[in-house]
Nanobody
Framework: QVQLVESGGGLVQAGGSLRLSCVASGGTERINPIAWYRQAPGKRRETVASINTSGITYYAASVRGRFTISTDNAKNTVYLQMNSLKPEDTAVYYC??????????WGEGTQVTVSS
């Protein structure tokens, strides 16, 4: 069974940067296609970014131009580089297969808190 482990979150001031990582282990599935999601308190989980096997990326309008998704297939790891962070980016961030695909078991996520 594939296990997803997210890391890299933390507390950062508005305008700062973080790089999240997600490692898939315990299975033969490649971590591509893959997506990053986030869930803020009291809100539904939303897709932040995704990348497919052709390297085509998708970004939510709220993060486009600030966030970059990338993969290292050799390490079975997906990254989310987050720049120019805003308080509204505060959420728990998760990785998983893109919407429309049967999700893997969700990891614990990594908390991102952006202070104003």
């Amino acid at each position: 069974q594939v296990q997803l482990v997210e890391s890299g979150g933390g507390l950062v001031q508005a305008g700062g940067s973080l790089r999240l990582s997600c490692v898939a282990s315990g299975g033969t599935e490649r971590i591509n296609p893959i997506a990053w999601y986030r869930q803020a308190p009291g809100k539904r989980r939303e897709t932040v970014a995704s990348i497919n096997t052709s390297g085509i990326t998708y970004y939510a309008a709220s993060v486009r131009g600030r966030f970059t998704i990338s993969t290292d297939n050799a390490k079975n790891t997906v990254y989310l580089q987050m720049n120019s962070l805003k308080p509204e980016d505060t959420a728990v961030y998760y990785c998983n297969l893109p919407q429309g695909m049967r999700p893997l078991d969700w990891g614990e996520g990594t908390q991102v808190t952006v202070s104003s």
